[in-house]
């Protein structure tokens, strides 16, 4: 078992390659890339602009808890909330739940597509499977993820701007020149590049999981199970690696 | 014309296929027959690629399949068609999606000419006008026939069928059988058939193998089958008591 896991990185890492061929045809690898675009993109931006809105809230209702009392000057909720966010916030815990909401759906269509024998229809074909079925996803996920990801951090900055200014917790012009101070732009380069990095490995360890998968409905069950926790581990492993290697 | 040597498959321990040589001619309906379990499957998955033999190789014409690149499979690959045991047909399209699906990927035709290669395949397998039905919506029969469409819409060289009449009546299983005959005959494409449906061995086994325990047991045609005196054969053959009586009786 434990070996196992290094049997798996070793085939994941060389079915990489594999995906990157030259499309067959490229009005199909178009026409499929904008549908998983439109379902990336606009499927999940729901859930996303939920989460965000009460991450939001969230943050600024307890950090004006935790700065009671204390000589922190009020105005740095804004600049607080702000840099939570865009560093930290919307890249990791919208790529965690996009694991769980596009990943496992991925692991899901890939599984039922191989054990309804439908990647080998493909392959006899002629198609290139790895190619045709994961690239579109991935480059649907490397385009709309990041966008997700910055809507995030502008509604998550609302939310809080909504939890605290209309409820009395701060004034308008405090939060205001909160969000306008101490402004670093490498930390928007931060969220982007964590969004990227983010969105590869979700849509490859969701995808690898879907389509070897083997066996039956129990199987498809596990693989879409792995397809989230997986990607949720090496997404925060991730997260912790490039926060070492950006700022340190 | 496809060739397999020498050809060995194991799972585990299983011997599955135990050194099948065997002459797929083109232009003919070529069987594969043998018990349930006795590999056929296997047999075809290792004709088309899909699983690798333990030994032996498999030739296309000239070309040897088993030590093939994967951009080389996949240019010989562009000459098959395949009729799967399951119909593999993709269900979250129409009909007339699923036949278009290959055309889309490799033809350069314009959206006009696929209607039209489209409708032409259905009318081929009588199925024209249900180009807007899903596959979930057509009977088992009519999934196998809009199978076969999908697979001649580039006009294979290599027809391969895995079961097509499993699970039909008589009737229906023969109008498939002289269906898979008459569009390998016009084509001159080598079709190989996985069957073990006693009709279809005497209506259109001009070059039949049979498998048996992992060997190949008997080859031959339909003509031969009656005469033929091999053990095994007749054991396939003769299964039932209801043909064993009618053997009886006629001698
Ligand atoms: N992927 C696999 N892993 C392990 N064993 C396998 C695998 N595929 C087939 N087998 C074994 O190989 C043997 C032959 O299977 P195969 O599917 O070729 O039979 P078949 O002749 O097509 O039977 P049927 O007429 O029922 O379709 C079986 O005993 C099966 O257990
Ligand atoms: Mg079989």
Known sequence: MNLQIFTHFGKFILWQKQIFKRPENWSMYYKETLRQMYDIGIGSFPIVFLISIFIGAVTAVQFAYQMAGTLIPRYYIGYIVRDMTIIELAPTITCLVLAGKVGSNMAAELGGMRQKEHIDAMEIMGVNTSTYLILPKLIGSLVMIPVLVCAAAIIGIAGAYLASVPTGFFMDDEFITGLRSFFVPYNVVMMFVKAFVFAYILTSVASYQGYFVRGGSIELGAASTRAVVYSNILILLADYVIALLLTV | ?251
């Open chain 2, 1 to 251: 014309m496809i060739r397999v040597e020498n050809i060995i498959k194991t799972f585990g321990k299983q011997e599955v296929l135990k050194g099948i040589s065997f002459l797929f001619e083109a232009g003919k309906t070529n069987l594969i027959i043998g018990k349930s379990g006795s590999g056929k499957t296997v047999l075809l998955k290792i004709l088309i690629g899909l699983l690798h033999p333990d030994s032996g190789s498999v030739w296309y014409e000239d070309k040897n399949l088993t030590t093939s690149t994967k951009d080389e499979l996949r240019q010989i690959r562009l000459q098959c068609g395949m009729l799967f045991q399951g119909n593999a047909l993709f269900d979250s399209m129409t009909i007339e999606e699923n036949i278009r699906f290959p055309m889309d990927m490799f033809s350069h035709k314009t959206a006009k000419e696929k209607l039209h290669r489209v409708n032409d395949c259905l009318e081929r397998v009588s199925l024209a006008g249900i180009n807007h039905k899903y596959p979930s919506e057509i009977s088992g029969g009519m999934q196998k026939r809009v199978g076969i469409a999908r697979a001649i819409v580039l006009n294979p060289k290599f027809l391969f069928c895995d079961e097509p009449n499993s699970g039909l009546d008589p009737k229906t299983s023969i109008t498939i059988d002289n269906l898979i005959s008459s569009i390998t005959k016009e084509n001159n494409i080598t079709t190989i058939i996985n069957t073990h449906d006693m009709n279809s061995v005497m209506e259109i086994g001009e070059n039949i193998c049979l498998l048996d325990n992992g060997h190949l047991a008997w080859k031959g045609q339909k003509e031969m089958v009656l005469s033929d005196q091999s053990e095994v054969l007749h054991d396939f053959i003769f299964a039932s008591p209801f043909l064993q009586k009618l053997v009886e009786s006629a001698k």
